[in-house]
């Protein structure tokens, strides 16, 4: 049996179940469903001059970012912020917009090392590459999309999708900061896979079970040399009683490519489906960032996507956001 065959066959002896009921609970929403302030966290002023003061100890004492631990303050108003965000992530709508540091107020770098640390009152940081970059700039580099090219490295539109789908353990939550906006464009959006699942249910119920059965994934040249370039697992799966999403669908068709194999039909049909409902205005709640805002998204049970954009000419003003991939079991390593 060669390399592809087995990665085919990875899940055929597994159980396969199937939810035929739709979801009912916070996280499933529609864009008319949210309120203006679902999902909002201010940072009120007990925050910010805990913030303040967390910078000016900083400023005092530098040390390497890796290295800052939230255990070292003691952040009692920002500890009960970071509480509810996270609350609001496991039991609410599954995503969060922290509203935000001051970025006229903060350097470039202690505004990351303020997020670092509250990012680790949610969840544990882990490596975001093979060779386990943890903390990530998000910036076009002016490469097109491909294979060994990340699509957050570039200007061009992305579908929605959740975070390292495509490689064997994805993180639980999907960290941003807003350092810039761009001059135009980058507007990033986010939907429940569960409010599409629930319309997949009603209209199309005969292709729901394809979506718990095997994909190729091309997995981006991050792993280890000699490792297989392709992965195969479903979109949807259940695990300890949960139904866990992971879903890219550049990285599915260059899979099917990279494999010199044809996608079965009804693989197609459900693939097609499943975008064509989350691409309904309807289902998508739109966020124009802006600077000092962190956003934080569920990336189990919620996709996200951003459109093209086009940056100011000048170096210092080009859009700039810092990512975390936050995961609290496995390992720290990328592949868990």
Known sequence: MGAIERILDEHHDRAI????????????????????????ERIDGAARKELDELVETLRHNPLPLAMLQVEDFELTACRAMMKRVRATLEHGVGF???????????????????????????????????????IYDVRDLGKPPGNGVRPDITNAEQNFHTDNSYNLYPP????????????????????????????????HPELVERLYQPYLFDRQREHAPGDPRLLS??????????????????????????AGQEMDERGKQALHALESIMMEPRFAREFFFEAGQIQ?????????????????PEEDRKRHLVRLWLRNHGRRFYNG
């Open 17 to 40: 179940q199937v939810r035929d009921t739709p979801f009912d609970e916070p996280v499933v929403w529609r864009r008319d469903t949210l309120a203006p302030e679902d999902g909002l």
């Open 96 to 134: 969060a917009i922290i509203d935000r540091l001051p970025m006229d107020d903060y350097s470039v770098d202690e505004a990351r090392a303020v997020y670092w640390l509250l990012a680790q009152l949610v969840s544990r940081p882990v490596a975001q590459s093979w060779d386990g970059k943890v």
């Open 172 to 203: 639980d939550y999907v960290g941003l900061l807003c350092v810039r906006p761009a001059m135009e464009g980058g507007i990033s959006s986010i939907v429940s896979f569960y409010s599409v699942y629930n319309e997949m249910l009603a209209r």
């Open 233 to 258: 697992h479903p979109l949807f799966q259940t695990r300890d009683g949960r139904t866990l999403c992971r879903l890219s669908h550049r990285h599915v068709v260059t899979g099917y490519t990279m």
């Open 296 to 312: 934080i998204v569920d990336n189990t049970r919620l996709g996200h996507r951003r459109t093209a954009f086009v940056d100011y």
